[in-house]
């Protein structure tokens, strides 16, 4: 089954369910919550809310998803931020475990003045570290590692599919980082044969701008782009697809009618 959404849960928390069952009605079937500046949703204040978002989700059959704060570096030289970006995901998994959310997105790091072998063993030994606080806490929520735009950041889809391989954390393909990354220089269908033996996938996609060193912006998402992902995608798979365009809905609902279309 293949699962199209925006990244974005309405203009506020009061109204999150309500959206839920707008975006039921266009064909959305995912949708992501941006945490990406700060948890904005707080289980004692919240808790209405997070048991009404958690009923029109299931109601509707939206699966959830959280993306993680954007300031998370688990290769820090300082191992304060460190913890502070292992407290901020697992504060994600606290809240997403409590909404019924699937998996939690983030972005892993900056190699920095790190050699990239040591900048991954040290995500990995994070990764492994909040992997055990999730399982001691008997949570169902997963941890997903982003593929990310930027040269200079940790994130190729080689380097996530080893840390996936070694820690047992889950992905995310985000596709137009991906395309960014290599400067447009990628096979959507050589990505997805790297994850071919895995039952589920979470992607990202949308248009994006990019130079020399990668990702600049993200941009409204060309309709050839759309077929051409979707023209690629595996027929055996659970798919979810989650839109992060500046119009995140529209673009969304525009996958939905292409997919129709293929």
Known sequence: MI???????GAKVQEAAASMQRYS????????????YGVFIDEVRHKK???????????????????APYWLNFNSMEKKKIEESKQRVLKCCKIGELLGARVVVFHAGF???IDRENSYLNIKRAVLDMLETIKKNGWKIKIAAETMGKINVF??????LRLVKETGCSFCLDFAHLWARERGKISYEDIYKKFSHFPEI???????EFGEKG?????????QEIKKLLESLPKNKDITIINEAPEP??????????????
Do not use: N
Not at 49 to 67: Q, T
Not at 215 to 223: A, D, I, Q, W
Not at 249 to 262: F, G, P, S, Y
């Open 3 to 9: 699962r199209f959404g925006p990244a974005g849960l």
């Open 25 to 36: 009605e266009q064909g959305i079937r995912a949708c992501e919550i941006p945490f990406t």
């Open 49 to 67: 809310e997070i048991v009404e978002i958690r009923d029109a989700c299931k109601k509707f059959d939206i699966k959830l998803s959280i993306h």
């Open 111 to 113: 190699y920095g003045k």
């Open 155 to 160: 994130g190729s889809a080689d380097e996530i």
């Open 202 to 208: 979470h992607a990202h996609f949308s248009g994006i």
């Open 215 to 223: 990702e600049r912006h993200h941009k409204p998402t060309p309709e």
């Open 249 to 262: 809905i529209k673009d969304a609902v525009k996958m939905i009618d292409v997919w129709k279309k293929i």
